[in-house]
């Protein structure tokens, strides 16, 4: 059941974002039970995109709230969610020995556990303080007979959360040893094991997280990252290099991060008064560009135009409630959310229905799901690529126009890089 959730959640991330990234898999271990820790930057779309990499869903650790949600308590009993009362949710005395123990038993059979340690999500970008919980339930489980045990921080990044489809970066940390993290014989009653246990989760999940004092400071960063790994050659950098090389920015001096702040502000504004953008800047577009687009796109109308227009029907019902729903939500961690659950819902009850009304038979019904699916992805792939070609040609006019000022903002660009790369020492 869980490796069809997989599947399905891959299906929901095709529909809900452009692209997710997965960067160092391979340090997710085998053979052995594993506790994720993940922040939680982005509501259920966090759940979303740790189920769609994963060759099979894991338990994922929710709060009990969420449980009163009718939606939400079907999903969650469809993955095998196990829900802990937080402090803050309860005005009694905790008692979540009975959800521990389900965690210890699976990690018991060399399963794989997920858990979000800061205790709720959130639109900051940075760690909140990391909850004990993970540490205790680690320690729990080792105690309970579970060995080798593997704690992995997995940091989700989003570049653009209220972006009805945006990308999502998963970085997978270095994992921790139980076992030569804590010795033998020390259990979730150690408090010391516990508070040092929870100190390595801290550390680990903070190397692959966004972890910045403000939303101006990440966003400053993270576009100096971007301008500073760009060029001609390679004009989109990678999800990992950029906010890698971002956290590198955030380690540095103040005075080095300000100077890279300042530099970044005054090519924005320049971009801004020259109606440019940045990539106007290093890979201006040109005839033979356009032309190709435009034969990319024409092919992808030829292969697939087809299956979109025919399950343009059944999925524009669908499509148009994931976006209304995403207006009327103001808060941005919870537009995700609300995305995922009426996206989970109301796209297969189409398909459903319409298989229900225009067809006879299992095998028929079921070929009416999958062609409906199917078109709904290929909808969005031309879509998106037609809308580029058009972003594409306006750019190029406004390139044309400002051709004599993009010297001007070269020089400044030039500026911003090398400033980005003293403050990490990158020569």
């Not at 969650?76 to 005005?91: H, I, L, T």
């Not at 390139?399 to 400044?412: F, G, P, S």
């Amino acid at each position: 059941m869980r490796r069809l959730l997989s599947w399905l959640a891959r299906l929901a991330a095709a529909l809900l974002l452009r692209r997710v990234e997965v960067a160092d898999a391979q340090r997710l271990p085998k053979g052995r039970p594993v506790l994720l820790v993940a922040n939680h930057f982005n509501g259920f779309v966090d759940a979303l995109v740790i189920m769609s990499v994963l060759p099979r869903a894991p338990r994922l650790v929710a709060k009990a709230s969420l449980g009163q949600l009718l939606p939400a308590r079907w999903l969650a009993g469809a993955m095998g969610v196990v829900f802990v009362r937080r402090r803050v949710d309860s005005a009694g005395p905790l008692d979540n020995d009975s959800a521990f123990r389900e965690c210890h038993a699976a990690l018991v059979k060399r399963d794989m556990v997920a858990i979000f340690p800061e205790g709720t999500t959130h639109d900051r970008p940075r760690i909140d303080p990391i909850k004990t919980g993970a540490a205790r339930i680690a320690l729990g489980a080792r105690a309970a007979g579970a060995t080798i045990i593997a704690i992995v921080p997995l940091g989700l990044t989003f570049p653009d959360k209220v972006a009805l489809r945006t990308s999502a970066l998963v970085q997978f940390g270095e994992p921790i040893d139980l076992d030569q993290t804590c010795p033998s014989g020390l259990d979730a009653d150690n408090a010391k094991a516990v508070r040092e246990l929870t100190a390595h989760i801290d550390a680990g999940l903070r190397s692959v997280s966004q972890d910045f004092d403000d939303t101006e400071t990440a966003l400053a960063l993270e576009q100096a990252a971007h301008i500073a790994l760009s060029s001609e050659g390679k004009p989109e950098p990678s999800l990992e290099d950029r906010y890698d090389y971002a956290r590198r920015l955030g380690a540095a001096p103040k005075r080095a991060r300000d100077a890279v702040r300042k530099d970044v502000g005054r090519y924005n504004t320049l971009l801004a008064g020259l109606r440019l953008t940045d990539a106007d800047v290093i890979t201006p577009t040109s005839p033979t560009r356009l032309v190709r687009a435009a034969i990319r796109i024409a092919i992808l109308v030829v292969l697939l135009g087809g299956l979109a227009a025919a399950a343009a029907p059944v999925n524009a019902g669908p499509a148009m409630l994931v976006a209304l729903v995403s207006l009327l939500i103001k808060t941005p961690v919870s537009k995700g959310t609300v995305r995922v659950i009426v996206g989970m819902i109301a796209f297969p009850t189409a398909w459903v229905t319409a298989a229900v009304i225009t067809a006879d038979g299992f095998v028929a019904c079921s070929l009416v799901v999958v062609s409906s699916a199917v078109g709904a992805v290929a909808a969005i792939w031309v879509v998106e690529r037609a809308f580029a070609l058009a972003m594409m040609i306006l750019r190029w006019r406004a390139q044309l126009e400002r051709a004599a000022t993009i010297d001007m903002a070269e020089a400044l660009r030039a500026e911003v890089v090398a400033t980005t790369r003293r403050a990490v020492g990158d020569g």
